[in-house]
């Protein structure tokens, strides 16, 4: 199973970025997904999960500005995020979960303030 996620970049406090990932390799859409994001010296911390139904749940510091989606046709999973705030600043992984687990490389997001 491989992951590649996409779609970081430096944007402006209350711009938007999308961030792809898409997994190969897998029985897609069977899998829960999950974005996390990590800061130096922090643990990855758990930002939105979607399951093979498509429920999605998000972390509080989240809910309300970043949407998770899934596209089993595509085998990707997005997480779009809206009114971006400096605290966003992290590397964003996704997850793919099926029993085992697999992690793409990280895309950077950095929010200028």
């Known amino acids: 199973v491989q992951l590649v996620e996409s779609g970081g970049g430096l944007v402006q406090a209350g711009g938007s970025l999308r961030l792809s990932c898409v997994v190969s390799?897998?029985?897609?859409?069977?899998?829960?997904m999950a974005w996390y994001r990590q800061t130096p010296g922090n643990e990855r911390e758990l930002v939105a999960t979607i399951n093979s139904v498509g429920n999605a749940n998000y972390a509080d510091s989240v809910r309300g500005r970043f949407t998770i989606s899934r596209d089993n046709a595509k085998n990707t999973a997005y997480l779009q995020m809206n009114s971006l705030k400096p605290e966003d600043t992290a590397v964003y992984y996704c997850k793919w979960y099926l029993g085992r687990e697999y992690w793409g490389q990280g895309t950077q997001v950095t929010v200028s303030s």
């Open positions: 390799g897998s029985r897609f859409s069977a899998s829960l």
